[in-house]
């Protein structure tokens, strides 16, 4: 069996194994969750994330001194800045309209006992000012994606300026890059097991009937990511990326269960960097640069969920949504998916943020809470595809200017 048929095999032991014993037998599932389930989950996600941040270094670094030209690079940032934007508000309308069409939110739930402390997230000011780090080491310890970033980028265009000077600099790198690769595919033999932990922690403490009360919930925000993967991914990958789109999807695919398992875009990035580069034949330098940039701003699957949540609990607690306050929603959240990067439990954050904005009751993320956790790791699977769709469709665009040049270039001669 392939890996992906063993990680999708482990995803549904654990889901049945989790909901039967949350059914007949609870008390052995806090015991098993404790002890097996847990800890197998932990330690495949530790795995990972051990890799993240020097993957991040090794392969931004690389890709930056591939590109070399910084007129290249410009070009580069800017269309996979455009492309998030332009995705993330693409994204969020849909949910909304989702949300307005099937109302979720028009059910009977007990909002008294609804508390939510929200937490501070940064301004989008703070989080541009704050991207150029004081300590690079210290960015590296705290895992701050965007300095670590930040960093790796000045590393690889003083590599590319220097050239020959900094060649024996450039091997080593490349060196480190190759054992960061190597170890993603040793961690992955791990992944089924990891996969099936996880997923038996999350449904086993949840149950059959915490899903079942928030069913219309979970069914629009599932819908959303779907119809956002089918039209918006799948378009821009079929016209702007010259790809077939069940061509990429079906390629893809493997990267997207790891992403289910592991509710991570950045712990996912070392397989989803190698999927795209192998699979896809996205060039290692774009792989190296946009994914990496887009597991840390790039959040499609939350913008869906806040536009769901946000017009849910709208409808639970009676309060209409005027035509400018769903225009503010949209705004907040594509400008809080670059604004809170990198911040921990960053969907809820930001969320609390667009609710803030339209005067709804923050309390109301207590509701949607329990199912969190699951909706999670659809969100995810969701973000690294979009990243992986950036990628091919920054790649095709690049290949089009190169070609374009080069037939400039033989006319002139």
């Known amino acids: 069996m392939k890996l992906t048929g063993k990680i999708l095999l482990g995803l549904l032991l654990g889901a049945v194994v989790g909901i039967a014993l949350h059914t007949f037998a609870p008390q052995w599932f806090t015991t098993l969750d404790t002890y097996i389930f847990g800890p197998l989950g932990t330690i495949f996600l530790n795995l990972i994330k051990m890799l993240v941040v020097p993957i991040v270094f090794f392969s931004i670094t690389l890709g930056t001194a591939s590109l070399g030209d910084p007129k290249k690079l410009g070009r580069i940032g800017g269309k996979t800045i455009?492309?998030?934007?332009?995705?993330?508000?693409?994204?969020?309308t849909i949910a909304i309209s989702l949300a307005f069409i099937i109302q979720p939110g028009n059910i009977d739930i007990d909002t008294t006992g609804a508390e939510y402390e929200a937490q501070e997230a940064p301004t989008v000011v703070e989080t541009f000012t704050s991207i150029i780090p004081t300590n690079p080491i210290q960015a590296m310890v705290e895992?701050?994606?965007?300095?670590?970033?930040?960093?790796?980028?000045?590393?690889?265009?003083?590599?590319?300026?220097?050239?020959?000077?900094?060649?024996n600099v450039t091997k080593v790198i490349e060196?480190?890059?190759?054992?960061m690769m190597y170890l993603v595919n040793l961690i992955m033999k791990f992944a089924p097991y990891g996969a099936f932990g996880l997923l038996a922690s999350a449904v086993g403490e949840l149950g059959?009937?915490?899903?079942?009360?928030?069913?219309?919930?979970?069914?629009?925000?599932?819908?959303?990511?779907?119809?956002?993967a089918v039209i918006t991914y799948?378009?821009?990958?079929?016209?702007?990326?010259?790809?077939?789109?069940?061509?990429?999807?079906?390629?893809?695919?493997?990267?997207?269960?790891?992403g289910f398992s592991t509710s991570s875009s950045s712990s996912t990035l070392p397989i989803s960097m190698k999927t795209a580069q192998e699979k896809l034949n996205v060039p290692k330098p774009i792989s190296s640069f946009v994914q990496p940039?887009?597991?840390?701003?790039?959040?499609?699957?939350?913008?869906?969920?806040?536009?769901?949540?946000?017009?849910?609990?709208?409808?639970?607690?009676?309060?209409?949504?005027?035509?400018?306050?769903?225009?503010?929603v949209i705004l907040t959240a594509v400008l809080a998916s670059i604004g809170t990067a990198g911040v921990p439990g960053v969907g809820l954050i930001m969320l609390a943020m667009v609710l803030t904005q339209v005067n709804l009751p923050v309390e109301g993320i207590a509701l949607?809470?329990?199912i969190d956790r699951i909706l999670d790791m659809t969100r995810t699977a969701l973000n690294i595809t979009g990243d992986a769709a950036c990628a091919v469709v920054v790649s095709e665009t690049e290949k089009k200017h190169e070609d374009s040049q080069l037939t400039e270039e033989r006319m002139e001669a």
Do not use: C, W
């Not at 455009?82 to 969020?92: D, E, R, S």
């Open 208 to 228: 059959l009937d915490g899903m079942r009360a928030m069913l219309m919930y979970m069914v629009v925000v599932v819908l959303g990511l779907v119809l956002h």
């Open 368 to 370: 949607i809470i329990g």
């Open 293 to 328: 940039l887009g597991a840390t701003i790039n959040m499609d699957g939350t913008a869906i969920m806040q536009g769901v949540a946000t017009v849910f609990i709208a409808q639970v607690y009676n309060v209409d949504l005027t035509f400018s306050a769903i225009i503010m």
């Open 143 to 167: 895992g701050n994606m965007l300095q670590i970033i930040f960093f790796s980028v000045f590393v690889g265009f003083a590599l590319a300026m220097l050239g020959k000077k900094a060649e």
């Open 234 to 258: 799948g378009s821009a990958v079929k016209f702007l990326g010259n790809m077939n789109p069940i061509e990429f999807f079906k390629k893809f695919f493997p990267a997207m269960t790891v």
């Open 82 to 92: 455009g492309f998030f934007l332009v995705t993330t508000t693409i994204a969020i």
């Open 175 to 179: 060196q480190g890059n190759d054992i």
